[in-house]
């Protein structure tokens, strides 16, 4: 059975820092797409940032280009996302996603399978 837990939200001030990690079970993280996608309120879901690509390089939304970084353990099966000088327009709920195609899915959030519950990240002064 699939499962992916996310932690690591919260609430922190412009130009702080978090980091996401994503648990995953049920498959190995390496073989799939997989990645991070975040929700705002009267928003669409966006891809941030995905090992999604043929090469296995890391795509990331030029929103967050220079300040985020995706990362993976492939012993704890893992997938992390480093988020820096963060920005209040950073604020919503972000996802972790997989999918078995691999680099198929891409980075449309609706050509992936398995989604976990989300996490809150709020940044505010």
């Known amino acids: 059975q699939v499962q992916l837990v996310e932690s690591g939200g919260g609430s922190v001030q412009p130009g702080g820092s978090l980091r996401l990690s994503c648990a995953a079970s049920?498959?190995?993280?390496?073989?799939?797409?997989i990645g991070w996608f975040r929700q705002a309120p009267g928003r669409e879901r966006e891809a941030v940032s995905c090992?999604?690509?043929?090469?296995?390089?890391?795509y990331y939304a030029d929103s967050v280009k220079g300040r985020f970084t995706i990362s993976r353990d492939g012993a704890k099966n893992t997938l992390y996302l480093q988020m820096n000088s963060l920005k209040p327009e950073d604020t919503a709920v972000y996802y972790c996603?997989?999918?078995?195609?691999?680099?198929?899915?891409?980075?449309?959030?609706?050509?992936?399978?398995?989604w976990g519950q989300g996490t809150q990240v709020t940044v505010s002064s």
């Open positions: 996603a997989a999918d078995p195609g691999g680099f198929l899915a891409g980075t449309n959030p609706n050509l992936y399978a398995y």
């Open positions: 049920g498959f190995t993280l390496d073989y799939w797409a």
């Open positions: 090992f999604s690509s043929r090469d296995g390089s890391p």
